[in-house]
């Protein structure tokens, strides 16, 4: 199973559209066998759920994300988690021993690049 993060300086990023690397974990019998950090290259919402489908990712642990990006990810069959804070590695943990779980409240709106940004929770960016 392969399991990305949105990630930046060893914390789960809180935008998912905006994520510029992801942390990626290939685990194997509930233990992490490798670790990589793999680089959006800046794309948008869209370009990120095929960029995590081509790399065969399972799951994604994020904090804020939109209703389109989640719908991306579910059409190519990717897990979300989010509404996740803090420290990756520490949520990493929580995902394989089965207490982090899915916050439909870690939704964000966004409106025109910028001019208006709707979160649902208190730590997008």
Known sequence: MKVAVTYENGMVFQHFGKCQNFLVLNIENNEIKERNLLSSGGNGHGALAQLLKQKAVDVLICGGIGQGARNALKGA?????????????????????????DDPRGACNHHHEGEHHDCSHDHCQ
């Not at 949520?91 to 089965?98: E, H, M, S, T």
């Open 77 to 101: 069959q990717i897990q979300v988690i989010a509404g996740v804070t803090g420290n990756a590695d520490v949520a990493v943990d929580a995902y394989l021993n089965g207490s982090l779980k």
